[in-house]
């Protein structure tokens, strides 16, 4: 029998040491959110929809209107209110995927039967990124600055891009910038859609159900409300070309990849990520699927069945 890799169930102890805390403290898998990260990630991008659908009907578009409708959201207690909402549930789906992502990693049931449930699963990941990377853009503050000129450090040696942001963002005939913020919008729905596709094929056949735990679901809205009312999302000044950028404040989530764009190290950070986000989506296909072998420990067996429901290989009954 060839030995089986060693690295991911050495990751899997370190885990299981690390998560040591939180069991303790949450003392049953009831209150412990981490088993629920998966399912609270679902419930998460319900949130950041619903409140993204009403941010779009008070938003404009164009360099001022984009940046003025913002304004005029945080002046409103309810609009602030759903807009901080918005950001910090976005904040969270990356969050609580990671997290999701890494434990099923760990765990190794990421091959063999559950391989294309993991490459949509970290496709929808990404996409996710993307999608809060374009909200951000939407804006049209230093931080949408701050990306036109990570895009153009990274891609303005190519013709077209140059020829695109000189005529539609720096140029003298930019206009007022409608087409561009519609186009960003278009971008953002669309990705939206995708993530919403990923997240059905990764989840359709799932028996253990989709949605966290009710108590699970009101702690995260409570936690969300609490959260927004005591730091509401900030804004800052609208886009300058002509500024200089520096000292932001940067949402570790999603614009972590905006210090190294604007440095010495853009392409090398490019070509790190995507080589990061390929590895993760051929890791089932490249890596060796231990035999599968069923030990149950009757003295930690509680008759739960969960085990019974989530085997792919619909192997096990229970008596």
């Known amino acids: 029998m060839s030995k089986q890799p060693r690295l991911v169930p050495a990751l899997e102890r370190a885990t299981f040491l690390a998560e ?3 069991r303790k403290v949450a003392r049953s898998n009831r209150l412990n959110p ?22 779009t009907l008070f938003f404009g578009f164009g360099f001022e209107a984009s940046h003025r409708s913002v304004e ?27 997290v999701h992502a890494w434990r099923i990693f760990v765990a190794g049931r990421f091959r063999g039967p559950r391989a294309w449930r993991w490459t949509t699963g970290v496709a929808a990941l990404i996409i996710v990124w993307l999608a809060g990377v374009t909200g951000y853009w939407l804006v049209w503050d230093e931080r949408a600055e701050a990306l036109n000129r990570a895009v153009d450090r990274v891609f303005g040696d190519i013709g077209w891009v140059s020829t695109f942001l000189v005529r539609n963002i720096y140029g003298p005939d930019a206009g007022s910038g409608w087409g561009v913020l519609f186009f960003i919008w278009f971008l953002h729905l669309a990705l939206t859609v995708l993530i919403g596709w990923f997240m059905w094929r990764h989840v359709r056949r799932n028996r253990l159900g989709i949605l966290p735990p009710r108590h699970w679901m009101a702690l995260m809205t409570a936690a969300l409300v609490v959260a927004s009312v005591a730091f509401p999302a900030d804004l800052l000044e609208r886009a300058d070309p002509g500024a200089l950028i520096g000292g932001l404040p940067l949402d570790p989530f999603v614009l972590f990849l905006l210090p190294p764009l604007l440095g010495d190290w853009a392409w090398l950070a490019v070509v790190g990520f995507v080589a990061l986000c390929g590895a993760a989506l ?38």
Do not use: N, W
């Open 20 to 22: 040591s805390p939180v």
């Open 282 to 319: 051929a890791a089932p296909h490249v890596t060796r699927a231990r035999v599968p072998v069923v030990a149950i420990d009757e003295d930690a067996c509680t008759g739960c069945e969960l085990c019974v429901v989530d085997c792919p290989y619909l192997a096990l009954e229970m008596h």
């Open 72 to 98: 005029k959201m945080a002046d409103h207690p309810i609009q602030s209110l759903i807009r901080t909402i918005h950001r910090y549930a976005s904040a969270a789906l990356v969050l609580t995927t990671l």
């Open 34 to 55: 981490l088993p629920h990260a998966g399912t609270i990630s679902v419930f998460l991008l319900g949130v950041v929809v619903v409140t993204g659908v009403y941010i």
